[in-house]
């Protein structure tokens, strides 16, 4: 079943898994937003058929930058990107995979959209800024080096607001929760919360350190004013529905 909101976004409710059930079905990419075709524009398609086997893991795109992206989750990010009703903030920059999809997306839309992304490992903030700016020449990012709950919390008492936020720096319970709870006061009303690594087997072991599953889901499922809207590649998205 897909239900298609007033506002033209399409939510898949029946991809929701159960914690036994993570990894095991396939939760290919879907388009969230309304437009025709199957994907936005060529830089977008791109995604669908790009070269995999980064580091010989067969799921992960390899498009020169480290990183540990799926097909479905780079195709997630650049549509919400793209669509984004308001400025982004992405939690886990890493070498700057994930950023310099949104980068790119956010100038293909031709529109003002603030990014922020937030991290703690300088030294991999370095080869991001390079890689993004190779990648996507000059879409305008925000690098921030600091722990990901502070920024929020900073982030919230500057008044700051945001159309879409991206959760994947610490895939632990806690850093995830922390994160959900304080995204729920940052993001607009219709804003979306995509959460990477949620889709992981790695979440039913007691014994690893992965909570995204829990994290995620202890913020967002008991919320009236959040919904479920879909699972895609390991990302789950849920937005904020007032
Ligand atoms: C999975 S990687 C991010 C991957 C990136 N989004 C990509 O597409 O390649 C997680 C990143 O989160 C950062 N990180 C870990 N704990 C953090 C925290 N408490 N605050 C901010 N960043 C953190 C790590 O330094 C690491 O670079």
């Not at 070498?95 to 992304?117: H, M, P, V």
């Not at 993004?132 to 502070?150: C, H, M, Q, W, Y």
């Not at 929760?177 to 039913?204: I, Q, S």
Request: hydrophobic content about 35%.
């Amino acid at each position: 079943m897909t239900v298609a909101t007033m506002n033209e976004t399409i939510r898949y409710p029946d991809s929701f898994l159960g914690l036994s059930e993570l990894g095991k079905k396939p939760t290919p990419y879907k388009p969230t937003y309304q437009f025709a075709g199957s994907h936005i524009n060529d830089n977008h398609k791109y995604y669908s058929n790009c070269p995999t086997g980064h580091k010989d893991i067969q799921v992960c795109i390899d498009i020169g930058i480290e990183g540990y992206l799926q097909q479905g989750d780079a195709q997630k990010l650049y549509e919400l990107a793209y669509f984004s009703s308001g400025d982004i903030l992405e939690l886990g920059t890493f070498c700057g995979l994930s950023t310099s999809i949104i980068a790119q997306a956010i100038y293909d839309s031709k529109r003002e959209i603030r990014f922020e992304t937030v991290d703690i490992d300088k030294d991999a903030n370095e080869k991001a800024q390079k890689n993004v700016l190779s990648k996507t020449g000059r879409a305008p990012v925000k690098f921030n080096i600091l722990d990901a709950t502070e920024y929020l919390d900073k982030a919230i008492a500057a008044g700051k607001s945001y159309g879409f936020i991206f959760v994947d720096h610490w895939h632990g319970y806690e850093a995830t929760y922390e994160a959900a709870m304080r995204a729920k006061k940052l993001l607009k009303n219709g804003g979306f919360c995509l959460f990477h690594d949620y889709n992981d087997p790695a979440n039913t072991d007691p014994e690893h350190v992965y909570g995204v599953y829990k994290g995620a889901n202890d913020a967002m499922l008991c919320d009236p004013n959040f919904e479920f809207y879909g699972l895609f590649g390991c990302t789950a998205l849920f937005r904020k529905s007032i």
